[in-house]
């Protein structure tokens, strides 16, 4: 297999005019839900331009292409998504050559990677994809040997006459295939029939990820490229007064120094940026520039001042009556606080991108989750007609939704185009950590009662953090954001909890602050979780029952009655022992439903220790178990950094934490035996790169409750001070 | 600048370079090698991970004048066709997710095995405690690790 990124448009159309045709299908779905599947022959590539590039190719030899238009950050989507369109086109994946797309909405539809979409959202149309070009080359085979097409069958990129045994390759019917109109809503194999979705084949990518072929946007190189860094301002909206540039630009190799802007949502905040003929030039170039910052007209934040802002803010909503009349009449009732912090994406590749602004093209490659987006923005922000603007993706050093944004092609644009050539834009460490947008830390107040029976009677949860929207909106800091109520500040929670919760009562307060907020893996379910799940807990003991049968209890669907059996079943929850701490919570997002079961023990060194997580994860319909299962174990320690081990902090409107000496990772030692457990059913497909992430911190703090009855209620905490 | 001679997987590069540049930048940006990985510039996460005589360092705080003569070895000098015992082990464990950081934990653990062909959990934790995997892909390090190990064994008879 190629490094896909590496093969270019011209590479490919040279290797379709040797071969002398291929077969393009692209098929994007429009509302009506009609089929666009079109032919490109060879005749037709010169003019086509990048309308080549869509899922399957297929030359005159046999050899098959797919495209995988989405990003790969490490979810998987490089194998998931031609796993699906082999298994209807009836190819081995092992002989087809995977590449990346880039941005074309019109052949691909959407692209953005996010709210773990890759699947959920698009496989009855990428099989109906393969189908389709199964059944066009099928019909010509059929025509060859003049006989009916439902007596032939396709295999191992060969059609097959089922009654004689005659057969011909893909190869030597592309050409006729190209010709005939596409077939529509060809029906799909059954499950029972796969023969490669459903089943662990190995990454495709992971052969390029050992040796160091695999291109990532740090690796990319185009001729003539320029290298640039970025002092950018320490608080997020310092604006440039004056700069002083002596010293850097006697630096040999430093071509130019300015000011350089950078779109985060509605705000341009500002940067000097040095230019330099290598990436060495430039960072040494950077050390010696001096910046006067004007930080004027918006706050200088600290953490203790958000806190407290934020928790003022939760008393903000005015009481619902009904709710507190209701609340009053329960036999027990609590009420307590929970606190989660900001955190940084830190992807193991800092952000970095590489653009080439011409007079009316932008050309733009790099590490990147929203390709449409970047797209359509650097085009409204740049002038140039969408159409002339081409975003190439690269293999990602991961995404969890920093990578999912447009401000760093923006401002690698801008700087070349002042440069007037391609300039790779590369983020230090540093940089990439202290300069945001971060997950915001977010604060919760509940209330809740239990009846006379034990039944939850009323549940509340208000919410207080900056709402990733207000970035958008168009009122100026510091407006602040009007209250609003049983709003639905639902995300992570399960909701069929609210079926059996007579009194329920949502709602949140925007906190207004200059630090930039973005969606972080799991968005606002890796905060809603914790504080929905931690309570429910608190409420099963506040009940006096044990917290797995309680939430049975509680969750009328069948779906999660089998969840919480399974859960049970799995874990051996009814036979545990007393010496350890076993704590269960279980969220949903994203169409995916994760439980977690985590249990911790005291050691004879007295320090409690995580001694097993076993999650289990029903996403319905799925393609590669074992990437679900390394997505979830990623996820757990995603999570558990996010709980136990790391937050971004503020002082004085600037991020403290900006390395990871300071922003301390998990590591082997804090890794956990991890089991991961998938649901089968007949559910639609559901999220997964996501999913199994905010169940992490709930079920570890109601473990620890479990064993100490100590509760734990502010995120992140240190296990050897329990 | 200085003109110094890199011996890299076998092969020698001539490189222009300031004496404290790090070796990671002259190794991906004036050889052009670009497997080993900038993460953190700081020897904190160690994606830069490289062999010196042998031995595993962080080449992004290591300047490129304090090589001398010593021999180094990138992730692309332990195989090309992926058939080194901790190669092979990553693929039969499915070790990467994005893979950014997998050729600075392949260099440590190839390390680990040369000096100690049956390492345990203990020794396992100790060697790789320096290589963060924001995927979080450890649970299948320690296995390949394992795996690998017990590849060796047999190659090497014990």
Same mark, same amino acid.
């Given at each position: 297999?190629?490094?896909?990124?590496?093969?270019?448009?011209?590479?490919?159309?040279?290797?379709?005019?040797?071969?002398?045709?291929?077969?393009?299908?692209?098929?994007?779905?429009?509302?009506?839900?009609?089929?666009?599947?079109?032919?490109?022959?060879?005749?037709?590539?010169?003019?086509?331009?990048?309308?080549?590039?869509?899922?399957?190719?297929?030359?005159?030899?046999?050899?098959?292409?797919?495209?995988?238009?989405?990003?790969?950050?490490?979810?998987?989507?490089?194998?998931?998504?031609?796993?699906?369109?082999?298994? @209807?086109?009836?190819?081995?994946?092992?002989?087809?050559?995977?590449?990346?797309?880039?941005?074309?909405?019109?052949?691909?539809?959407?692209?953005?990677?996010?709210?773990?979409?890759?699947?959920?959202?698009?496989?009855?149309?990428?099989?109906?994809?393969?189908?389709?070009?199964?059944?066009?080359?099928?019909?010509?085979?059929?025509?060859?040997?003049?006989?009916?097409?439902?007596?032939?069958?396709?295999?191992?990129?060969?059609?097959?006459?089922?009654?004689?045994?005659?057969?011909?390759?893909?190869?030597?019917?592309?050409?006729?295939?190209?010709?005939?109109?596409? =077939?529509?809503?060809?029906?799909?194999?059954?499950?029972?029939?796969?023969?490669?979705?459903?089943?662990?084949?190995?990454?495709?990518?992971?052969?390029?990820?050992?040796?160091?072929?695999?291109?990532?946007?740090?690796?990319?190189?185009?001729?003539?490229?320029?290298?640039?860094?970025?002092?950018?301002?320490?608080?997020?909206?310092?604006?440039?007064?004056?700069?002083?540039?002596?010293?850097?630009?006697?630096?040999?190799?430093?071509?130019?120094?300015?000011?350089?802007?950078?779109?985060?949502?509605?705000?341009?905040?500002?940067?000097?940026?040095?230019?330099?003929?290598?990436?060495?030039?430039?960072?040494?170039?950077?050390?010696?520039?001096?910046?006067?910052?004007?930080?004027?007209?918006?706050?200088?934040?600290?953490?203790?001042?958000?806190?407290?802002?934020?928790?003022?803010?939760?008393?903000?909503?005015?009481?619902?009556?009904?709710?507190?009349?209701?609340?009053?009449?329960?036999?027990?009732?609590?009420?307590?606080?929970?606190?989660?912090?900001?955190?940084?994406?830190?992807?193991?590749?800092?952000?970095?991108?590489?653009?080439?602004?011409?007079?009316?093209?932008?050309?733009?490659?790099?590490?990147?989750?929203?390709?449409?987006?970047?797209?359509?923005?650097?085009?409204?922000?740049?002038?140039?007609?969408?159409?002339?603007?081409?975003?190439?993706?690269?293999?990602?050093?991961?995404?969890?939704?920093?990578?999912?944004?447009?401000?760093?092609?923006?401002?690698?644009?801008?700087?070349?185009?002042?440069?007037?050539?391609?300039?790779?834009?590369?983020?230090?460490?540093?940089?990439?950590?202290?300069?945001?947008?971060?997950?915001?830390?977010?604060?919760?107040?509940?209330?809740?009662?239990?009846?006379?029976?034990?039944?939850?009677?009323?549940?509340?949860?208000?919410?207080?953090?900056?709402?990733?929207?207000?970035?958008?909106?168009?009122?100026?800091?510091?407006?602040?954001?009007?209250?609003?109520?049983?709003?639905?500040?639902?995300?992570?929670?399960?909701?069929?909890?609210?079926?059996?919760?007579?009194?329920?009562?949502?709602?949140?307060?925007?906190?207004?602050?200059?630090?930039?907020?973005?969606?972080?893996?799991?968005?606002?379910?890796?905060?809603?979780?914790?504080?929905?799940?931690?309570?429910?807990?608190?409420?099963?003991?506040?009940?006096?029952?044990?917290?797995?049968?309680?939430?049975?209890?509680?969750?009328?669907?069948?779906?999660?009655?089998?969840?919480?059996?399974?859960?049970?079943?799995?874990?051996?929850?009814?036979?545990?022992?007393?010496?350890?701490?076993?704590?269960?919570?279980?969220?949903?997002?994203?169409?995916?439903?994760?439980?977690?079961?985590?249990?911790?023990?005291?050691?004879?060194?007295?320090?409690?220790?995580?001694?097993?997580?076993?999650?289990?994860?029903? !996403?319905?319909?799925?393609?590669?178990?074992?990437?679900?299962?390394?997505?979830?174990?990623?996820?757990?320690?995603?999570?558990?950094?996010?709980?136990?081990?790391?937050?971004?902090?503020?002082?004085?409107?600037?991020?403290?934490?900006?390395?990871?000496?300071?922003?301390?990772?998990?590591?082997?030692?804090?890794?956990? @035996?991890?089991?991961?457990?998938?649901?089968?059913?007949?559910?639609?497909?559901?999220?997964?790169?996501?999913?199994?992430? =905010?169940?992490?911190?709930?079920?570890?703090?109601?473990?620890?409750?479990?064993?100490?009855?100590?509760?734990?209620?502010?995120?992140?905490?240190?296990?050897?001070?329990? | 600048?200085?003109?110094?001679?890199?011996?890299?997987?076998?092969?020698?590069?001539?490189?222009?370079?300031?004496?404290?540049?790090?070796?990671?930048?002259?190794?991906?940006?004036?050889?052009?090698?670009?497997?080993?990985?900038?993460? !953190?510039?700081?020897?904190?996460?160690?994606?830069?991970?490289?062999?010196?005589?042998?031995?595993?360092?962080?080449?992004?705080?290591? =300047?490129?004048?304090?090589?001398?003569?010593?021999?180094?070895?990138?992730?692309?000098?332990?195989?090309?066709?992926?058939?080194?015992?901790?190669?092979?082990?990553?693929?039969?464990?499915?070790?990467?997710?994005?893979?950014?950081?997998?050729?600075?934990?392949?260099?440590?653990?190839?390390?680990?095995?040369?000096?100690?062909?049956?390492?345990?959990?203990?020794?396992?934790?100790?060697?790789?405690?320096?290589?963060?995997?924001? !995927?979080?892909?450890?649970?299948?390090?320690?296995?390949?690790?394992?795996?690998?190990?017990?590849?060796?064994?047999?190659?090497?008879?014990?």
């Amino acid at each position: 297999m190629k490094n896909s990124s590496e093969l270019s448009r011209r590479k490919f159309i040279q290797q379709v005019s040797l071969s002398g045709i291929a077969l393009t299908l692209g098929a994007y779905f429009p509302a009506s839900g009609k089929t666009e599947v079109e032919i490109v022959n060879a005749q037709l590539v010169d003019k086509a331009s990048t309308e080549l590039l869509s899922w399957i190719s297929i030359d005159t030899s046999g050899k098959v292409t797919i495209r995988n238009h989405r990003s790969e950050m490490g979810q998987g989507t490089f194998q998931a998504i031609p796993q699906m369109i082999a298994e @209807e086109l009836e190819v081995n994946l092992d002989q087809v050559t995977i590449l990346f797309a880039p941005a074309n909405p019109k052949k691909f539809g959407p692209q953005p990677q996010e709210g773990s979409f890759s699947i959920r959202g698009w496989y009855k149309q990428l099989l109906q994809v393969g189908a389709s070009a199964r059944e066009m080359l099928i019909g010509v085979a059929a025509k060859q040997w003049a006989v009916d097409p439902s007596d032939c069958y396709a295999q191992n990129g060969q059609v097959i006459h089922r009654s004689s045994g005659k057969k011909l390759g893909y190869g030597l019917l592309v050409e006729e295939a190209s010709t005939l109109p596409p =077939p529509q809503n060809v029906p799909l194999k059954s499950r029972k029939d796969y023969k490669i979705i459903g089943k662990s084949l190995p990454r495709q990518d992971i052969p390029l990820k050992i040796n160091g072929t695999a291109q990532f946007g740090l690796d990319k190189k185009v001729p003539g490229m320029l290298y640039a860094v970025v002092e950018r301002s320490p608080r997020f909206r310092g604006k440039v007064i004056r700069f002083d540039d002596s010293k850097t630009k006697a630096v040999a190799g430093v071509k130019n120094v300015f000011m350089v802007q950078r779109a985060v949502f509605g705000n341009l905040t500002e940067g000097v940026a040095v230019v330099a003929n290598s990436l060495w030039a430039a960072m040494q170039g950077r050390k010696l520039l001096t910046v006067e910052w004007d930080d004027s007209g918006f706050d200088h934040l600290d953490s203790d001042q958000l806190a407290s802002q934020m928790r003022a803010n939760l008393g903000k909503p005015g009481p619902s009556q009904k709710f507190e009349a209701a609340w009053q009449t329960s036999a027990k009732k609590i009420d307590a606080i929970y606190e989660t912090p900001y955190q940084s994406h830190s992807c193991m590749e800092p952000l970095n991108c590489i653009a080439h602004v011409q007079d009316n093209r932008i050309d733009i490659w790099g590490p990147i989750q929203e390709a449409n987006w970047i797209q359509a923005d650097l085009s409204d922000r740049m002038g140039i007609p969408k159409e002339n603007v081409t975003v190439n993706m690269t293999f990602l050093g991961g995404g969890f939704g920093r990578k999912g944004f447009t401000d760093y092609p923006h401002e690698a644009a801008l700087i070349s185009k002042t440069m007037k050539a391609p300039v790779q834009v590369v983020w230090t460490r540093e940089d990439d950590m202290r300069t945001g947008p971060f997950r915001t830390g977010a604060f919760y107040a509940c209330k809740g009662g239990v009846d006379s029976t034990g039944q939850i009677l009323a549940f509340q949860m208000i919410t207080a953090a900056q709402w990733i929207g207000q970035e958008w909106s168009p009122k100026p800091y510091p407006d602040p954001e009007p209250p609003s109520y049983n709003n639905g500040n639902t995300e992570g929670m399960l909701h069929p909890y609210l079926k059996a919760i007579p009194h329920y009562s949502f709602g949140g307060v925007g906190t207004r602050a200059p630090i930039p907020v973005l969606w972080w893996r799991s968005v606002y379910a890796s905060t809603n979780g914790f504080a929905a799940e931690s309570f429910i807990d608190e409420l099963a003991h506040l009940a006096g029952q044990d917290p797995l049968a309680f939430r049975r209890n509680h969750l009328p669907d069948k779906r999660y009655q089998d969840i919480v059996d399974q859960l049970e079943m799995i874990s051996g929850w009814k036979s545990r022992g007393k010496n350890a701490g076993w704590g269960i919570a279980i969220t949903e997002c994203f169409s995916g439903i994760c439980g977690h079961i985590v249990q911790v023990s005291r050691k004879a060194d007295g320090k409690l220790k995580i001694d097993k997580v076993i999650a289990l994860i029903d !996403c319905g319909w799925y393609v590669n178990p074992d990437i679900i299962r390394a997505q979830v174990e990623g996820s757990i320690i995603m999570g558990l950094g996010a709980a136990i081990k790391h937050a971004t902090t503020f002082k004085d409107g600037k991020a403290v934490e900006q390395n990871f000496n300071t922003y301390e990772m998990p590591r082997m030692t804090d890794t956990p @035996e991890i089991e991961v457990h998938i649901m089968e059913n007949d559910e639609k497909a559901g999220g997964v790169g996501e999913p199994g992430l =905010p169940p992490f911190a709930p079920a570890l703090c109601n473990a620890i409750f479990d064993l100490t009855g100590k509760r734990i209620r502010t995120l992140p905490f240190k296990l050897e001070d329990v | 600048m200085p003109l110094y001679t890199l011996a890299i997987n076998g092969k020698k590069y001539p490189v222009n370079a300031d004496a404290q540049m790090p070796l990671l930048w002259a190794i991906r940006e004036l050889v052009g090698l670009t497997g080993t990985k900038y993460g !953190c510039g700081m020897a904190q996460c160690g994606a830069c991970t490289v062999h010196l005589a042998g031995a595993p360092i962080r080449s992004c705080s290591f =300047p490129v004048s304090a090589v001398l003569n010593q021999p180094i070895t990138t992730i692309e000098g332990i195989s090309k066709d992926n058939s080194h015992p901790v190669q092979k082990a990553w693929i039969a464990e499915q070790v990467p997710q994005c893979g950014y950081c997998q050729s600075g934990q392949i260099m440590s653990a190839v390390a680990l095995l040369k000096t100690n062909p049956h390492p345990t959990d203990e020794d396992i934790d100790a060697a790789m405690q320096g290589n963060i995997c924001r !995927c979080g892909t450890y649970p299948r390090i320690r296995k390949a690790i394992k795996m690998a190990a017990g590849t060796l064994a047999k190659t090497n008879g014990q």
